[in-house]
């Protein structure tokens, strides 16, 4: 089975810009979250989303939203970029309704300048 | 929310040596994952152990739950054991994962 993937691997962008990141689950996986991980908060969790629907959300702004479509796949967004979203962002898939052990994907290093 | 603390938070062996890495946490928990990220950045699935101890290959883990730790150890440590070792855990009705600040572990030669 394929892992997780996610696209793209590495993304530059200015302040102020916009991006969307994207992430593909383990074939049959229902539940995707996000995660974002910075040399000084650690491995913070953003939101998961499971048939659609987001199910929970960490302690982000607003700027930052992420959408499930009908196939599982996941979309995460960052609008008005600000130097601190500089982080390596981590997509994880699990089976969902009670499976919990979750994988994780290579991972999107967006660096803002 | 859940709190984890990972201890030690350096560690240096040198090759062959053995070690034990703890993750404490503050609440009962429903899932608990160690984790070893490579140098790229990519999570790696150690175990998955909400309770027990299992085994593969020179790694093993423990998690005591009703005591709130759980114990990663490797045996007979190689170069390639080097990077970080992260512990996570969950609980609740969501799939949310908690992570520890992690264990840096170095071998050497």
């Known amino acids: 089975k394929a892992g997780v993937t996610q696209t793209p691997r590495y993304l530059i962008k200015t302040r102020g810009q916009q991006v969307t990141l994207s992430c593909s689950p383990i074939?049959?996986?229902?539940?995707v979250s996000w995660y974002q991980q910075t040399p000084g908060q650690g491995l913070q969790f953003l939101f998961e989303?499971?048939?659609?629907?987001?199910?929970n959300k960490g302690n982000f702004p607003g700027r930052f939203s992420g959408r499930q479509f009908s196939n599982s796949r996941s979309e995460m967004n960052v609008s008005t970029l600000e130097l601190g979203d500089s982080a390596l962002y981590l997509c994880?898939?699990?089976?969902?309704?009670?499976?919990?052990?979750?994988?994780f994907g290579p991972g999107t290093r967006l660096t803002v300048t | 929310g859940i709190q984890v603390e990972q201890s030690p938070p350096d560690l240096i062996l040198q090759e062959g040596a053995n070690s034990t890495l703890r993750c404490n946490f503050s609440?009962?928990?429903?899932?608990l994952q160690w984790f070893h990220q490579n140098p790229w950045g990519q999570l790696i699935n150690l175990f998955y152990?909400?309770?027990g101890t299992k085994q593969n290959g020179r790694l093993s883990a423990t998690t005591v739950a009703t005591e709130r730790y759980s114990l990663l150890y490797i045996s007979s440590s190689q170069t390639t054991d080097s990077g970080v070792y992260f512990c996570?855990?969950?609980?609740?009705?969501?799939?949310?994962?908690?992570f520890g600040k992690g264990t840096l572990l170095t071998v050497n030669p």
């Open positions: 994880a898939s699990s089976l969902g309704l009670g499976w919990r052990e979750q994988y």
């Open positions: 074939s049959g996986h229902r539940s």
């Open positions: 989303y499971f048939s659609e629907t987001q199910r």
């Open positions: 609440d009962s928990v429903n899932n």
């Open positions: 152990i909400p309770s």
């Open positions: 996570a855990v969950g609980g609740g009705s969501n799939y949310k994962l908690t």
